[in-house]
């Protein structure tokens, strides 16, 4: 792109399919959406289209509860954080933002360890298993480095709920409540 001249014609391609499409059918649908730095991006358009832009289908419809994770290693790296701001300002009953700041946090649990994203949710495991067991879609984006560390989080609170783990999240993927693209 930098090389071209103004009025150049320019392919331009990215990812394609329906990974990252919010459910239509169904407004009260939960959305639990899980990024780590720039994978904050198709949340932003999520929460814009919900919550920004006022004279959409989706935002007159909508009623479920939106609820950002986000993941990131200092406070300079909250990407949106005064939108996120003013959209829960706006809308407390349905949009939510949970931040794990990793060189900043430290776990709830006494141990002193950096607070990841999967540790953010690991503190509200039991309503994030309420919200999926109730039909929300579960959606990651960002470093592919963070799903080890959210699967072995989310078996372990199944394990611990005496929840056969594996089925439950075959499940979630057979009903299309598990939306994942990383990189």
Request: net charge negative; glycine share 10%.
């Amino acid at each position: 792109m930098c090389s071209s001249d103004l009025g150049d014609d320019l392919t331009v391609c990215g990812p394609s399919g329906k990974v990252m499409l919010m459910p239509e059918e169904k407004p009260s649908t939960d959305l639990i959406m899980v990024a780590t730095g720039t994978g904050i991006a198709p949340y932003r358009g999520f929460l814009r289209r919900l919550f920004v832009e006022t004279n959409t289908p989706a935002a007159r419809a909508y009623s479920g509860l939106a609820w950002l994770f986000l993941g990131v290693p200092t406070t300079s790296g909250l990407l949106y954080a005064d939108d996120w701001a003013a959209v829960g300002a706006r809308n407390p009953d349905h949009f939510r933002v949970s931040y794990a700041i990793s060189r900043e946090q430290t776990k709830a649990d006494g141990s002193g360890g950096k607070m990841y994203v999967q540790d953010r949710m690991a503190e509200h495991a039991e309503e994030l298993f309420t919200r999926m067991d109730g039909g929300a879609h579960m959606y990651f984006c960002g470093l592919k480095g963070m799903m080890p560390g959210i699967l072995e989080m989310l078996e372990g609170v199944a394990k611990a709920k005496g929840i056969d783990w594996e089925p439950t999240l075959a499940r979630w993927k057979d009903n299309h409540q598990w939306h994942v693209e990383v990189y």
